[in-house]
C-alpha cells in the first residue's frame, strides 16, 4: 500500500467516525430549532396587534415586552434564518446561532441608548433589553457548544476544522538522546528514511517501516518500531541471536 493510499484511508476512517448524526451537531440543530420558535411566536403576536410598522411606543405583550411592526418583522426573519441553518446542517446552525447571539448582544446595547427618544424604531423597553441579553447568550452558548475548546474530543465533528487530525501530545516528536549505538543507529536511519520520502527517493522498506514508525505517540516508541524490524529491543540487544540482521544500522 502506497502512502497516499494510506492518507486516504485516514481521512476515509475519520470523515466515518464523524457522521451527520454526532451528538454536538444535534445539539446545535435542535437549540437552533428551540430558540427560532420562541423567536417566531413573538414576531407573529406582534403582527396580530396591527401597530404601525414603526411605532416608537409599540405594544406590550406577555413579560412586559413591547413590539411593532418593524420588530417583529425582524423577529420572523431571524427565526426563519435559524430554522434554515438547522435544516442545512449542525455546523452552518452552530454558525449562525453565534452570529445571531452576537448581534442580539449588539443590539440590546444599542436600542437601550435609544429608548425614550424619536429613534426608538424597534419600540425597544427594558424588557426587551433583558431578552435580547439573554436570547444572544442562548445562542453563543449552543453555536459554541462543542465547538470552542482548547482540546476537542477525537470523534468531534470541528477537530478537523482546526488541524487536529492528530491526537499526539505535545512533545510527540521530542527526539531523546540515545543511549547505545544501536539507537543513535536507528535515530540515523529514521532521519535518512524521512528525507527519503521527502525528495521521493525512499524504497519500500523505508516507507513500510516510516509507516509503522508514525502510528507511535513520541519518539521513544518509534525508535522501538524501527528497531524491531531488525529484531532489536531497544537496548540493541538482538532478540533474534547473533545471527540477526541489522538493517536499520546499514540503511542510507
Not at 120 to 126: E, G, I, K, M, S
Not at 171 to 184: I, K, L, N, V
Not at 232 to 247: I, L, N, Q
Amino acid at each position: 500500500m502506497s502512502a497516499d493510499q494510506d492518507e486516504r484511508g485516514t481521512r476515509a476512517r475519520v470523515a466515518d467516525a464523524v457522521t451527520p448524526d454526532h451528538g454536538v451537531l444535534w445539539v446545535h440543530r435542535v437549540g437552533a430549532v428551540v430558540v427560532a420558535l420562541v423567536i417566531a411566536t413573538i414576531g407573529v403576536l406582534g403582527f396580530v396587534g396591527g401597530l404601525g410598522f414603526f411605532d416608537t411606543e409599540g405594544a406590550t405583550m406577555a413579560g412586559g415586552l413591547s413590539t411593532n411592526g418593524a420588530l417583529s418583522t425582524v423577529s420572523v426573519v431571524t427565526a426563519v434564518i435559524l430554522l434554515a441553518a438547522a435544516v442545512r446542517g449542525g455546523k452552518l446552525a452552530s454558525t449562525v446561532m453565534i452570529v445571531i447571539g452576537t448581534l442580539f448582544l449588539v443590539s440590546a446595547f444599542g436600542n437601550l441608548a435609544l429608548i425614550g427618544t424619536p429613534y426608538n424604531l424597534l419600540a425597544f423597553r427594558l424588557p426587551n433589553v433583558f431578552f435580547s441579553i439573554g436570547a444572544g447568550l442562548v445562542l453563543l452558548l449552543l453555536g459554541a457548544y462543542g465547538r470552542v475548546s482548547s482540546k476537542l474530543p477525537p470523534d468531534n465533528p470541528y477537530r478537523r476544522e482546526r488541524g487536529e487530525d492528530d491526537d499526539e501530545p505535545e512533545d510527540a516528536h521530542r527526539q531523546s538522546y540515545p543511549a547505545s549505538p544501536a539507537q543513535a543507529a536507528a535515530d540515523a536511519a529514521m532521519a535518512d528514511a524521512a528525507r527519503a520520502i521527502a525528495q521521493g527517493t525512499a524504497d519500500d522498506e523505508q516507507r513500510r517501516r516510516m509507516r509503522a514508525a508514525d502510528e507511535a505517540r513520541n519518539h521513544e516508541d518509534r525508535r522501538t518500531i524501527w528497531m524491531g524490524f531488525d529484531g532489536r529491543d531497544p537496548d540493541g540487544e538482538d532478540r533474534r541471536g547473533s545471527g540477526g540482521s541489522a538493517h536499520g544500522s546499514a540503511m542510507a
